[in-house]
């Protein structure tokens, strides 16, 4: 029979944050990101293809740029957590009993007894010092290990997903005012986002609505400022 504590995480939210951020993000900001771009042109163009044209390299551009920067951001956070773990097995090495004493400080800093500090630091050095230090002296454990692969799939699976929403609006809506059809669809798509992104982590759903409209609204507001001020005509 399994044990109840078996998946004790089961229930709890934490082990989604790595690809729920990634996917919050990257969609957030294809639903942004395209909508902004869709908006300024639109603001400045009074014929649907060049707007087509900008939205979809938009979110080509988006959706690459967006799995490389995480990609490649979430590696450089790889790249620090291996090398403190190297680090960690030279000191353990060189300094077996000072490693042991900084690991007992930390059980005792947690609100153990000296004594008891000591003695559970004891037994997780005899039973695997290096695992223990990665734990607890550097924060590191597979819920909070960085996991590029992982984050750029998900964030450029996710901003693909969010840029198709503004761009199937600049294909089916009328050019005249394009740019209220776009903010309007971009705020349901992004209250619909921040309410399913605040389900999945477990939060406060209006909170995070009332998040993601207010910044989603000043974001598309300024792009459509842009095209006004520079009033452009690209037909």
């Known amino acids: 029979m399994k044990d109840s504590t078996d ?5 709890h939210y934490i082990h989604r944050s790595n690809w729920l951020r990634a996917a919050v993000l ?5 639903i942004l990101s395209t909508a902004s771009i869709a908006i300024g042109v639109a603001a400045a163009s009074d014929v649907q293809e060049p707007i087509i044209l900008a939205t979809l390299a938009g979110l080509v551009a988006g959706a690459l740029s967006m799995a490389a920067g995480e990609y490649v951001s979430v590696s450089s956070q790889t790249d620090v957590e291996k090398a403190d773990i190297e680090r960690e097995k030279v000191e353990l090495k060189e300094m077996p009993e000072l490693e042991l004493n900084m690991l007992a400080k930390i059980y005792e800093e947690r609100g153990l ?25 550097l924060g590191i454990n597979e819920i909070s ?3 590029p692969i992982q984050a750029a799939f998900a964030s450029g699976l996710a901003f693909t997903f969010g840029g198709v929403l503004p761009l199937l609006v600049v294909i089916f809506f009328p ?14 798509f992004l209250s619909l986002l921040g309410a399913l992104a605040a ?17 989603g609204t000043v974001a598309m507001g300024l792009t459509a400022l842009v095209g006004y001020l520079f009033g452009v005509n690209l037909a």
């Open 7 to 11: 998946d004790y995480l089961g229930n």
């Open 26 to 30: 990257g969609a957030n900001d294809g």
């Open 113 to 137: 007894k000296k004594e008891t500090a000591m003695l559970v630091a004891k037994e997780f050095t005899e039973n695997d010092a290096l695992a223990a230090h990665i734990r607890d002296e």
């Open 145 to 147: 290990q960085a996991k």
């Open 175 to 188: 050019v005249k005012s394009l740019e209220y059809f776009l903010y309007g669809f971009a705020i349901i």
């Open 199 to 215: 389900k999945t982590g477990g939060s406060s759903i209006t909170k995070a609505v009332i998040r993601i409209t207010f910044w």
